[in-house]
């Protein structure tokens, strides 16, 4: 069942997220308690008035824009293809200067003056998309398990608006569009488990963070049964589930699992920070960016989570003013929700 609010967001949310750890994130713990105070940064810090976002939201409006741009041309067969010519142009805006010429491009956001900004771009997507083939699961093109796989893939689990039977093909898609750039199993796994979570949260109220979650580790362990690293990608999301039902303070649970810079950390500390504040969007997001890791992929992933579960409605204005690209994020989650 779509309802355009959770559409919303999901993609605000993690808009929200992205822009609120972007400010710390190469910062470590101490160093953000230090300048923010006991509970850490919970506001926006403004930039020329703006709260910045960073690569992960850019490439999380290219991804849905890939997404679309199959719809339209008829290309569902051929997701991968369709991803890939819309993260080359995201690279076009981190390496070119605007205008470029829209013979060269495949996406409208390439139009989009306020995306030629490079906000830290991850050097695995940037060197990835300077090749001239990507890779694939079964052709990987390096080993990164960074969590630039998945920080990106959240609108898949929008798009896919589909019976519960066939939510592995959209998950597997998830993975595929994360094995573009990222070859580990590590980084294309948890892709494939975020779109699972995103999709089933935004399609269907009666299903809770922890229902999805567990149904999101059954559909991976399907899907990658013969996977080396399953395990660890198991044992950590369970360490996840467990640390979100105990008493352990924040930081002390994130920091044992990990610090987000790999794609299975990114993802275990966004659920953690999800299960724990499942009604509570602020204190999520505050929880999964205050730590001395890759805040503003964990507070992305954790914003797309609740976001997609709470809807737009239920997120504190507060993090929808000075939000950099705001009404882009909105039509890109109103032209999926319409698909």
Not at 122 to 132: E, H, I, V
Not at 273 to 281: E, I, M, N, S
């Amino acid at each position: 069942m779509r309802d355009l609010d959770r559409y919303c967001g999901c993609l605000i949310g993690g808009a929200a997220g992205d822009a609120l750890g972007y400010a710390v994130e190469f910062m470590d713990a101490q160093a953000i308690f230090r300048r923010y105070g006991a509970g850490g940064i919970t506001d926006y810090a403004l930039v020329n008035g703006v709260a910045e976002i960073s690569d992960d939201t850019q490439m999380t409006l290219f991804t849905a824009n890939g997404l679309l741009n199959a719809a339209e041309r008829g290309m569902e067969g051929d997701y991968a293809a369709c991803l890939e010519a819309a993260y080359r142009d995201w690279y076009a805006t981190q390496t070119r200067r605007y205008p470029l010429p829209s013979a060269s491009t495949a996406t409208w956001l390439a139009s989009v003056p306020g995306l030629f900004r490079r906000r830290a771009p991850g050097s695995t997507c940037m060197s990835a998309l300077s090749r001239a083939a990507c890779g694939s699961i079964a052709h990987p093109i390096n080993d990164s398990k960074g969590c630039g796989g998945v920080m990106r893939v959240a609108p898949i689990g929008l798009y896919f608006d589909v019976p519960t039977d066939r939510q592995d093909e959209a998950d597997r898609i998830g993975a595929q569009a994360a094995a573009l750039t990222h070859g580990h199993e590590l980084a294309y796994m948890p892709a494939a488990g975020l779109v699972h979570i995103v999709g089933r949260l935004a399609h269907d109220p009666a299903v809770s963070v922890m229902d999805a979650v567990l149904e999101m580790k059954a559909a991976v362990g399907r899907q990658f049964a013969q996977a080396k690293h399953l395990p660890d990608f198991l044992a950590l999301i369970d360490r996840a589930v467990a640390l979100a039902q105990s008493a352990s303070d924040d930081l002390a649970a994130i920091q044992q699992l990990g610090e987000g810079w790999t794609g299975d950390e990114a993802l275990a500390i966004a659920v953690y920070c999800a299960l724990k504040y499942a009604g509570d969007f602020e204190r999520a997001i505050a929880a999964a960016v205050n730590h001395g890791g890759d805040s503003d992929s964990t507070g992305a992933i954790a914003g797309n989570i609740l976001g997609a579960h709470l809807g737009l409605k239920r997120i504190p204005s507060k993090y929808l003013e000075k939000l950099e690209l705001k009404e882009i994020i909105l039509r890109l989650a109103e032209a999926l929700y319409q698909v």
